[in-house]
């Protein structure tokens, strides 16, 4: 008898997808998120392209079908830490970490009111600060504070727990362990921003104003942490010259070889949020070829009525004046041949789509590319969906999750 059950490994739009397409066809599915909340880096974005429309809309959408399907179990703060077994029949160990906030939160926020410890808030990249009782982010789902016990000083404070009217604090609350049995599994853990701290000749991240393009995505939504202002990280200040730098680590030998193949239309969006608010600033591309394929050409001949300044090359150096904090940009026209050193308000970054598997691999003999993306068919029973696959957009990450779960139920068939 098939075993009607499905473990879906990350709570972004791939794993959501994932989770609500297997389970509205009759199949039990496990959900597993490391982070607090569902959505993933599409809830850090502020407009998706062309359209430049929310994202909070398409996930609120997803949630509700998450939240009316008994047959989806939702396990967030949680990875997966052994996978053992064979197609049609895996057993699973997950691990949980405390929340320190019980089921009974109504998201009041009495709590962080009354907390006294502030942290970075990761969901801004440390853009801004939280309390250590805070709410993971604008639209989290599930709707429930979190602790972080690693700025909370615990028992010996304790205002937390005093200010819930509902008793949801629980400051003792322990790590857990699952174990389940499952027919299949579908890995859609996602991606990063490839890491600025390895571009040593971009300053190793320690550049101010040379920020990646998802930090940008935030410093542009008005969930943000300037509330959609687009100021400069250093000073708060209006930037009125700004550059965008392609490819920064990806196509490169060095670092990641793959074409992430959104970082172009990513970059022509958010020309689009500067012009905006600054019609008059000044907007640079280094670049090695832009890549707005099919439809997208429209978008980019739109943006390009903006006055912009097209550099073609790869800039060898990027550095900081110490004084002012201005970002200095060393490179070469490929067309012109002149060799330019341009100074610069703000820097974005186009860092490019490492999978999570670069980094944090599954717990089972899977293969894997160069880059660290999952080769597809290497796991009988195991399927990647979303950017552990391959880069891509929202609208093809969603119809790889689609063809990820055609595959497990087929898994779970022949298992």
Sequence with gaps: ???????????????????????????????????????????????????????????????????????????????????????????????????????????????????????????????????????????????????????????????????????????????????????????????????????????????????????????????????????????????????????AGSRDENHQKACSSVCCMATLKQISYVKKQYPEAKVTIYYMDIRAMGKHEDFYNKIKEYDITMIKGKPSEIKEDAETKDVMVLSENQITQEISELKYDMVVLATGMAPATAAAKVPAAVAYDVDGFVLSGSAPGIYAAGCVAKPGDVASTVQGATAAVIKAIQSTVRG
């Design 1 to 247: 008898m098939a075993n009607k059950s499905i473990l879906v490994v990350g709570g972004g739009i791939s794993g959501i997808t994932a989770a609500v397409e297997a389970a509205e066809v009759g199949y039990e599915v496990f959900l597993v998120e490391k982070n607090a909340y569902l959505g993933g880096k599409v809830s850090q974005i502020n407009e998706y392209f062309p359209k430049l429309c929310p994202p909070n809309c398409g996930l609120e959408i997803n949630f509700q079908r998450i939240k009316k399907n008994p047959r989806i179990r939702v396990i967030t703060l949680a990875e997966v830490e052994n996978i053992s077994g064979q197609e049609g029949n895996f057993d699973v160990t997950v691990k949980i970490r405390p929340r320190y906030i019980t089921d009974g939160c109504t998201g009041c926020g009495k709590c962080a009111e009354v907390c006294p410890v502030e942290r970075a808030d990761d969901f801004n990249f440390g853009l801004s600060k939280t309390k250590a009782a805070y709410l993971p982010q604008p639209f989290a789902f599930p709707m429930k504070y979190i602790i972080d016990n690693t700025a909370c000083t615990g028992s010996s404070c304790g205002k937390c727990a005093e200010a819930c009217e509902f008793k949801a604090v629980d400051l003792n609350m322990g790590e857990k362990t699952m174990n389940f049995n499952v027919g299949a599994v579908i890995w859609a853990t996602g991606w990063d921003s490839y890491a600025v701290e390895k571009l040593a000749n971009y300053g190793s991240g320690t550049v101010t104003n040379a920020i990646s393009n998802i930090m940008m995505e935030r410093l542009s939504a008005l969930t943000g942490p300037t509330n959609g202002k687009i100021l400069r990280p250093s000073d708060g200040k209006e930037p009125k010259n700004i550059a965008f730098v392609q490819c």
